[in-house]
């Protein structure tokens, strides 16, 4: 299935996107995909809490504190852990961080600063900076390598069925979901980083914003969040299938097959 069978049908009031990048010393020559349907960027939701992560620990001379922070944050998704970091460093400096070392440059969300997950971004941003990262942990940086390797921890409930989707269950895999009171739809995300060795990085990414209208469900779904209970079914039931058709898609436009890797 291509990128038209996928999105011809959407809502005019859905957003998607999709992007790829292949690429590293040694492979095959650079590659990006990149496919947009509706809003040209998209709250983040917890999409981009490894990269927070990756840049926060240079800025936290403790460890141990920062470990603690941030291996939750990623394996589990933790808000509270994410927020720890992302207030402790500040938003401006992790964001001009990332902007240093990957050359995608974010905004801090307008209104209240601490709301991480409403940095809006770009799939092909987000493919890109994931691509950074992954080449960083194979060319000997301890942090994204360790980044990485949290990545690949993250639990099937939160993740999808991207790696299952790939067929790569080594992959390194982020998800962010979530609908806020303000908005009529649920977003649902995920980024995969594939492992192909040596400085080759292959990284997919998908994000969707699709159309969560019925008064009653919202009121469910912003109960639960307010209880601190999963919401991770109701994403999968709104935007699970076209969430790994995007990932898939992706990476079949990339031409990465079995052999490479992953």
Known sequence: MGFNELLKDLDHSASAQAAGIRRGYGGPPARTVCVRSGLARLRCASLLKPLYAWVSAAHIPDADRWRRHAEPAVVISSNADTLNLWLAVGP??????????????WS?????????GSVEVAADEVATAYAVLAQAAAAGDPVAGTILEWMRQVGTSQAFGAREALKSPEAGVKCGWYGAPDETCLRTH??????RGGTRATVVV???ALPYTDLRERGIYQDKVAKGLSVE??????AGALLRGLLTTALAELGHSPRDGG
């Open 206 to 208: 998908g994000m969707t």
């Open 92 to 105: 401006r400096v992790i964001l001009d961080d990332l902007r240093q070392r990957t050359g995608v440059a």
């Open 190 to 195: 995920a980024v995969a980083v594939l492992p």
């Open 233 to 238: 079914a109701e994403h999968e039931k709104v």
């Open 108 to 116: 801090p969300p307008n209104g209240d600063p601490s709301r991480f």
